[in-house]
Structure formats: structure tokens, C-alpha cells
């Protein structure tokens, strides 16, 4: 059960926008941040800002217990089996291109076939369209169902024994779909396959276990899971963090330099060079301690719940289609539209006159937009400090957009 004051641990939904009050449909973007989390980034900067793993002055020994302390909480809210398994990087992003170029190309070859599905975010489609041009790989795609759900039929048809990489998003920014990781990475690890997952989507908002889905490798960012923009996670099994190169040289992340030569620091820090985000990190563990208060099964059980109320209020206007799955039990909080002959733009536009920020576009999935034969869409999507009431709000946004285009504006 979400708590009833939720929205007032946030400062910036107490806003009007517009000279409405706010309401907030835009967290598969970035989520909103509690006030703890940015008090405790405060803290950082005006307590005790200094560099970690360098000085030995007592500002520095805080800063660093602070810095490791959160890679411990990532460590945990993710089930990673030790620290050294626990990388923080820039965001999904970076992580999702470490693992293509320090692992992709020392490990495939021509004839090798990395897979991924169609609904994949730019993010986990270019670094391996990138990774098969410079070693020869095949990139491959899963198809989608009528829906825009996977099926483990075609994912078994697609793997091969000559796949080495499987990299899926575990849930779709777009459709909201929840993908069946854990059976995909059975099915890579049977054909000899590593699997990677984009945990961007779902990390905010379900319980994850790395060491249940038996992933490899999980990206996840800060920012959508009411944490600091700027720092993310990259999670490996320590035995192919350990044989995986750096793909970033520097101070930080050495054991030894020589004039010819240099050796590495222990994980994780060898993938960390330079100064490291620090405030980030710091942020990122407050925020994790906020949705542990909160609990990522009320979290999640409170998105299926408005969900299920958006489909069914979305669903009665007249000339709007909803694209993904109906079941609101197989997809998370996001809702993603088109209104009959209004562009997704105008439709958030006239949205944001009335004060209800949503996402319109092609939402950085392209191939997916092409799938579903559109440009591109609107999109609602949900977090823990949305409710109903936000969702009244949007369809009776929708109702007015679509009156003011149908009388000839």
C-alpha cells in the first residue's frame, strides 16, 4: 500500500504549471525526487565534499564510507553476489556500451550473432550495431507479437548456438511490456550465450534479483528511480568484470603506471577513472533507501493498479488507441497513445496547458515506432506518487484536446 502523503515528499509536485496544479506523467523519462534525496546530495556538498580513495583528512575518509557505503545498498537492492560485482558509471547508456565494447569485441568474431529484440530502446540497439560492424557479428532481432510481447517460441528460434551476446530491455519505456528475462537468459546460457538486461525500466519500480534471472550483465539509471541524474549502475558477474579491459584510462583506476606500461585496480574500481560521481552515488543510495521505506512490491502492485484504471479510462475516448498489451497484470505503469488525427505533440502540448506533463515523440525507439506504423506516439507513464485523480486529469485533458482539434483549430 502506497502512503496517502506520498506526493508531499516531493517538492516540486506541490507546483501549479500553467495555473493548474502539476501532475507529473513523465517519470519513464526521469522520475521526480524526494526531499531525503536531495537533502542528503545537500549534505554531501555542504558537509563534507571531498575526492574518495585519495586523501586520508577526515573529509575524505566520509566522503569515501559514503560513496562505498551506497555501492553496498546497490549491492543489496539488486542481489548482486559481492561489491566487486557493482560498477557505477553514467547511466544505463554508459553501462550498456561498456559491456559492448570491453566485452563484444575482445569476444566475437565474424559469423558470431549478437540478438536483441525490436522493441529495444536506442541505447541497447546502436552500441551493438556498432560492436557487429567492428568485429563482423550478426545483429539479430526477436520479433514481437500482435500485442508487442515476446515470444520464448521465436526467442528459441532466434538463439542459436552461434549467438554470444542476448541484450533485452526487462521492461519497454513504449509498451510497458514486462519481458520474460529470466526464461530469455535460460535459453542464451543453453546456447552458450551471454545475456545482458536493460534494467532502466524496471529496476524503479520491481523487485530485482540479478541472481535469480541469472543475467550477466544489468544496466540501470539513477535519475528514473528518484535519484540523481548523471550516475547509473552497471552490474557484471565477477568472472567477466574480472577479464573485460577498462574502455576509460586514468587516475583512479590503476594499480601501477610505468613508463611503457600500467596495471589495474581490483574490481570495481578499475572501471571507474577519474574522479568518480560521488554526490551521484551518495544520492542514488538515499534513494534507494526511499523506495525500500516505500517497498518495491507496493510500488509495483500501486503501478498494475493504475494501470489497469488508465486502460480503462484512456480506452472509453472515442478515436484514442493504445498500443501494447492489455493486461495490466503483464505490463507496467506506462501508457503509451495516439490520438485519430491529432500529433502526439499538439496532444502534449494542449496537455501542458492544462498542467499535465507527458512524453510525446518516438521516445528514442525508432524501430519499434516503425513496427507499430507510426512517427510517433504520446505517453503517460506512472510512479509511486501518481493517482487516479492524475489519470482523471489526463483523460479529461484528452476529451478537451480532442474537442479543440475537432472544431477546426
Known sequence: ???SDIKELFPILEQEVNGHELVYLDSAATSQKPLSVIQTIDDYYSRYNSNVHRGVHTLGTIATDAYEN????????????????????RGTTTSINTVAVSYGRANLRPGDEIVISMMEHHSNIIPWQQTAKATGATLKYIPLQEDGTISLDEVKKVITPNTKIVSVMHVSNVLGVINP???IAKIAHENGAIMVVDGAQSAPHIKVDVQDLDCDFFAFSAHKMCGPTGVGVLYGKKKYLEEMEPVEFGGEMIDFV???????????WKFEAGTPIIAGAIGLGAAIDFLNEIGLENIEAHEHKLAAYALEKLG??????????KNPQARAGVI?????????????????????AIRAGHHCAQPLMKWLNVSSTA?????????????????EGLVKTKEYFSNGF
Open 336 to 356: 503509451t497513445f495516439n490520438l485519430e488525427d491529432v500529433h502526439p505533440h499538439d496532444v502534449a502540448t494542449v496537455l501542458d496547458s492544462e498542467g499535465i
Open 258 to 268: 610505468g613508463l611503457q606500461e600500467s596495471t589495474w585496480k581490483e574490481l570495481p
Open 181 to 183: 528475462v529470466k526464461e
Open 316 to 325: 472509453a475516448i472515442e478515436g484514442l488507441t493504445i498500443y501494447g498489451p
Open 70 to 89: 551506497a555501492r553496498e545498498k546497490v549491492r543489496k537492492f539488486i542481489n548482486a553476489h559481492s561489491i566487486e560485482e557493482v560498477v557505477f558509471t
Open 379 to 395: 505517453r503517460a507513464s506512472f510512479y509511486l506518487y501518481n493517482t487516479e485523480k492524475d489519470i482523471d486529469r489526463l483523460a
Open 1 to 3: 500500500m502506497i502512503r
